[in-house]
């Protein structure tokens, strides 16, 4: 779902409404350098000014001179001056961007018959009335890439899977300006979507309920998955981290398979299309464990999927093996690129206790008899409305004994459950996922920083 992948038996909710974009990491942004970005001219709007010292007649060295900064990257200038973050982070970024003026994500401009859409007066136009959209959608993006930098420099083998989840959701509260603990405050801002943390065959949807005493190992390959909104604006983004280079070829082609459905993704284009080259690049990878090699398979049955407001999956599933799906994208659609590769069967299934949940979008009316799932669904509206969850966020919230009166919502249709998704015992898996949103002038790949 939104840092998470959706099985394709899932049934997703609802329509994108919201133009959105998101803003780079706190370094320039750009692509991964081992992947060829050829339909990009991001590269030349981000870098560095060229032109710092040039020698003049008899060698002599004129007169540094520095070029003015580009409009364009008026928001990284301001990074520089904004002040800086703790570690852990715990300083808003509503401080450290005190005008608001979040940065930009990747911006990758249209090709073919699209390409009139950079230069197009009425897109322009289009582009300048989303401009709330934005803001909040960067603002996201940037509380993930901080917390996510954060999390990768300080995660080691030997910690718990619950201290790992808790420090990321701690930033993420701290650095939104929302703890979630007064009614309605989690509707603001804060986590969008619950921190999985899934181990090795397990590809999806695993963070720790309380009690969990599990602990991070040095052969653990941990897909870290997390969403963070604003507004309901949610930036959903993923990656995997290894202990073993043993396992870095994995990770890689997760991470450029991924890359490669980034670069395909835009508007009229086919999901089909977007499939096709998601697997071509991940099926060239092969990884080497204890002597055996293994071909990395995409995992066939979770896919990407569109976002709408408040609501991880939207109505379009974006596959990431080849198909017959003439389904186009379109301009105004969010959507999560995310790939997982496995050394298995690239199948998975429902498998251990389910941590996540989410109350539909479409959820019936329909009357509860158990006065605990009354309770509990009222408490689901006022904190969560139709943003995923876990049973961490229902124990730091003071409810007790809600596990009847959940599973009754469950089993209403209400609710819905999201088990842990696996592949079979002893394979390894992999995933990495972008948010990018087509708006009308341009690509924005919102969660892209100097990381991933």
């Known amino acids: 779902m939104a840092a998470e992948a959706q099985s394709t038996n899932d049934k997703p909710n609802g329509s994108i409404k919201a133009l959105t974009s998101q803003t780079d990491g706190q370094a320039t942004p750009g692509l991964d350098n081992d992947v060829d ?20 007649a008899g060698g002599k060295k004129k007169k540094k001179k520095r070029k003015p900064k580009k409009k364009k990257n ?10 800086s973050q703790t570690s852990p982070p715990r300083v808003p970024v509503s401080q450290l961007f005190p005008n608001e003026q979040y940065l930009e994500g990747e911006l990758v401009d249209y090709r073919n018959e699209n390409a009139y859409r950079t230069t197009s007066e009425e897109k322009r136009h289009l582009d300048r009335m989303n401009q709330d959209f934005l803001k909040d959608y960067r603002q996201a993006a940037e ?44 509707l603001k801002a804060g ?21 969990n005493k599990m602990v991070l190992a040095k052969e653990d390959v941990m897909k870290v998955d997390f969403g963070v909104h604003v507004n309901g604006r949610i930036l959903d983004s993923a990656f995997t981290m290894t202990f073993d280079p043993v396992y870095d070829n994995l990770a890689a082609a997760a991470r450029d398979a991924t890359n490669a459905g980034v670069r395909e993704a835009g508007i009229d284009v086919r999901m089909s299309d977007i499939g096709s080259a998601i697997q071509e690049v991940m099926e060239s990878y092969e990884v080497e464990i204890g002597g055996t090699t293994f071909p990395v398979k995409c995992i066939r049955n979770l896919n990407g999927h569109s976002i709408e407001q408040y609501s991880i999956h939207g109505l379009k599933s974006v596959p990431i093996v080849k198909g017959g799906d003439q389904t186009k994208m379109e301009e105004g659609e969010v959507f999560a690129i995310e790939t997982f590769g496995s050394t298995g069967k690239g199948y998975v299934r429902d498998d251990m ?9 479409d959820a019936p009316m329909t009357t509860l008899r158990l006065s ?18 876990c049973r961490r966020y229902l124990d730091r919230l003071g409810q007790e004994k809600y596990l009847l009166g959940l599973n009754n919502l469950v089993s209403s249709g209400i609710v819905e459950a999201y088990p842990p998704l696996c592949d079979i015992k002893g394979s390894y898996t992999a995933q990495f996922e972008h ?18």
């Not at 899934?198 to 309380?210: D, E, R, V």
């Not at 948010?435 to 991933?452: A, C, F, M, N, Q």
Request: net charge negative.
């Open 353 to 361: 206790e389910t941590s996540h949940y989410a109350k539909r979008v």
């Open 372 to 389: 605990s799932a009354k309770s509990l669904l009222n408490t689901i509206n006022k904190n969560f409305g139709t943003l995923p969850f």
């Open 191 to 211: 986590m969008g979507f619950p921190t999985g943390l899934s181990l090795n065959n397990c590809a999806a949807h695993y963070t720790p309920n309380a009690g």
């Open 435 to 452: 948010t990018i949103l087509l708006r009308p002038t341009v690509k924005e790949v919102i969660s892209r920083g100097d990381d991933y």
């Open 74 to 83: 008026a928001a990284a200038a301001a990074t520089a001056t904004a002040g």
């Open 37 to 56: 970005h050829d339909d990009s001219d991001d590269d030349k709007d981000g870098g560095v000014d060229a032109a710092a010292t040039v020698a003049g």
């Open 143 to 186: 509380v993930h890439r901080q917390v996510r930098q954060w999390a990768q420099k300080s995660i080691k083998p030997g910690q718990t899977l619950t201290e790992i989840a808790e420090g990321i959701e701690d930033g993420v509260r701290a650095l939104t300006g929302h703890q979630g603990l007064e009614e309605g405050d989690n």
